[in-house]
């Protein structure tokens, strides 16, 4: 029992371990940007702004006060980049994978750290199975840059290219979305592409393939892509991801990009139901679409990617689950199943906590920021999913927003690279075994 109590409080420690990471990298990326080398002074930067600008990039969301290209100097960008890359990986994952390079004995404690950040089944074989995590981000990406090289090379100049290419690989496959295409036209994203194949497929891929999660690859390549002997968690991952990228393109192609004709309307509508969960990259200008395509836009960035990615959002297997329950309550059985296997009831409890904490949080920031802007409820919405789910799109009044709304988003922005589950079990005292039970009353609900 005893054991039990100590390894209960190793877990509750390394969430906090987490969070406090997470607020240290925060904090001292605002420091350095706050740096006159940092910006290039087209407008001031206070510390405010610095902190919105850190939070963003730290917890990979792509929402900005200042257009990255024109406000950022190299120093200031390549500041945004490294914390682009750990928070995508997590800043615990990151420390520990450099811990390892120089054979240092790893304690219990970071290795459950490691456990909590990835979502790891064990904690056996957390290491090995980070650096494997570490080496293959750092593999995609590079390719990612060789893939997008051509296309910026030929536009800005082999070294510059080099650079952009560089910054866009790895913002795509951490789910950031910053982009440096402001040296064109301000805060316009990958617009310019739209009609580009090249650059569509190559961000598309990496947002998808950092959207799946850690887990999800070593499955799969241990499985050796055998979808069948896959686990359970993989499967709904695989299932869910396509879905959730076929229905809303199906959407977009015939609702939104009528206009556009050829393969301009084909890449429009993959990219918009890709990019929402949770890159913040866009090729179509949000602010020109329609209601119905931002009310889809939104649900896509409160569902986000899978756990133990670089993506936020609920995650798409809380959205698997609460639909399974309700299939299984309406079809009266007692079991929530999924490709022959039963789904566990603290699953089902945490999805269900899960979305009645994330739907009170984006109806309470919807209403303040509207009340405090004075701005209609759905871009108000819009904005507050959008840092909830970590994506970075916008409708374009980000930049105009009050001090206080900056602040909330910010607080958003934190919550939804955390998670609700992870800040909770970080704040809790101890874990509490009821052993008693109190009496049942019957409760009528619908």
């Not at 309470?364 to 970590?390: D, K, N, Q, V, Y």
Request: charged residues 10%.
């Amino acid at each position: 029992m005893l054991n039990v109590k100590i390894y209960i409080q190793d877990h509750l420690s390394s969430f906090r371990m987490i969070l406090i990471s997470f607020v240290l990298m925060i904090l001292t990326g605002a420091f350095l940007l706050r740096l006159p080398c940092a910006s290039t002074g087209a407008e001031e930067v206070t510390f405010l702004d610095a902190l919105f600008t850190s939070t963003s990039a730290a917890c990979v969301t792509g929402l900005v006060v200042f257009d990255t290209a024109a406000q950022w100097t190299l120093f200031g960008r390549t500041v945004i980049l490294i914390l682009i890359q750990i928070g995508g990986l997590g800043v615990v994952t990151a420390a520990t994978a450099l811990l390892s390079m120089t054979r240092a004995q790893i304690g219990l404690l970071p290795r459950l750290a490691v456990q909590d950040a990835v979502s790891a089944p064990q904690i056996g074989g957390v290491v090995r199975f980070m650096r494997f995590l570490v080496a293959g981000t750092f593999c995609i990406e590079g390719i990612g840059a060789l893939c997008l090289l051509p296309v910026f090379a030929g536009q800005f100049g082999l070294w510059k290219g080099l650079g952009y290419a560089i910054f866009h690989s790895v913002s795509a496959f951490c789910n950031a979305g910053f982009d440096l295409m402001g040296t064109q036209q301000q805060f316009s994203s990958l617009t310019s592409f739209s009609a580009n194949a090249a650059v569509n497929v190559t961000i598309m891929l990496l947002i998808i393939l950092g959207g799946l999660g850690f887990l999800t690859w070593s499955d799969l390549i241990s499985c050796r892509f055998r979808l069948r002997k896959l686990r359970l968690q993989s499967k709904i991952i695989l299932t869910s991801t396509a879905a959730l990228i076929l229905l809303p393109a199906l959407y977009f192609y015939f609702c939104e990009f009528r206009g556009n004709s050829g393969s301009e309307r084909l890449l429009l509508s993959l990219f918009q139901a890709v990019t929402p969960r949770t890159a913040g990259f866009n090729t179509a200008d949000y602010a020109q679409m329609s209601e119905g395509s931002w009310l889809i836009t939104i649900i896509l960035m409160m569902i986000g990617g899978a756990p133990g990615s670089t993506a936020g959002g609920m995650k798409v297997t809380t959205m698997a689950v609460l639909l399974l329950s309700s299939g299984t309550f309406l079809q009266r059985r007692n079991q929530v199943n999924c490709f022959h296997r039963r789904i566990e009831n603290d699953a089902i409890r945490n999805a269900m906590a899960l979305l009645t904490l994330y739907i009170f949080l984006l109806l309470g920031g919807t209403l303040l920021i509207s009340s405090m802007e004075e701005l209609p409820i759905l871009p108000s919405m819009f904005e507050c999913a959008s840092a909830l789910g970590t994506v970075g799109l916008t409708t374009g009044i980000t930049t105009g927003l009050c001090s206080l709304s900056k602040a909330l988003l910010i607080s958003f922005m934190f919550f939804g690279r955390i998670g609700g589950l992870t800040l909770g079990y970080a704040f809790a005292s101890s874990a509490v075994t009821n052993i008693g039970r109190m009496p049942v009353e019957k409760v009528s609900v619908g």
